[in-house]
């Protein structure tokens, strides 16, 4: 009697042959989705336009502040107030202060402490951002303008 309906039991060598096919597809799968994904930015869009900060006498002279909301560092010394990005010109990670300016952990890029590339690859400084004062004596970062390199707040 002919057993044609009964499935025939797979080989150990077409099984080991296929699980390889699928895993080989799966991880040329995911590379494809990660190297497309490469030249945008890893960051999140962030909050946009004017962020408050506080007001100035709250702020100390010394290492800037971090301000999640606006993505940048606020600084304050005896010229003024004034605010760097903290997102990675290269491909836009949040750098992270040092004693020497800003380390950027995704690729490596350093940046000294007014913003400048001291190690690549990030192609270009970190923008300084326009700070100004709301009328209820909040410090603003606006986060939608840049402003030179050295333009400080008096307060
Ligand atoms: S994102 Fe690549 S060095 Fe910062």
Not at 29 to 56: D, H, N, S, W, Y
Not at 70 to 91: E, N, P, Q
Request: hydrophobic residues 40%; glycine residues 12%.
């Amino acid at each position: 009697m002919s057993d044609l309906r009964r499935p025939q039991p797979i080989q150990r060598r077409d099984f080991l042959g296929k699980a390889a096919m699928w895993t080989c597809g799966a991880t040329l799968g995911l590379a494809t989705v990660g190297m497309a994904r490469l030249p945008f930015p890893a960051v999140i869009a962030g909050e946009a336009g004017a962020v408050k900060v506080g007001r100035p006498d709250d702020l100390a002279p010394g290492p800037g502040r971090w301000i999640a909301s606006a993505r940048a560092f606020v600084f304050r010394d005896d010229a003024g107030v004034y605010a760097i990005s903290g997102i990675c010109t290269h491909l836009g990670c949040i750098v992270s202060q040092t004693l020497a300016g800003f380390d950027c952990p995704c690729h490596g890029s350093r940046f000294d402490s007014q913003g400048e590339v001291t190690r690549g690859p990030a192609p270009s400084a970190l923008p300084w951002l326009e700070v100004g004062l709301a009328p209820d004596g909040q410090l603003v970062i606006d986060t939608q303008t840049n402003v030179p390199p050295g333009t400080k707040l008096s307060v």
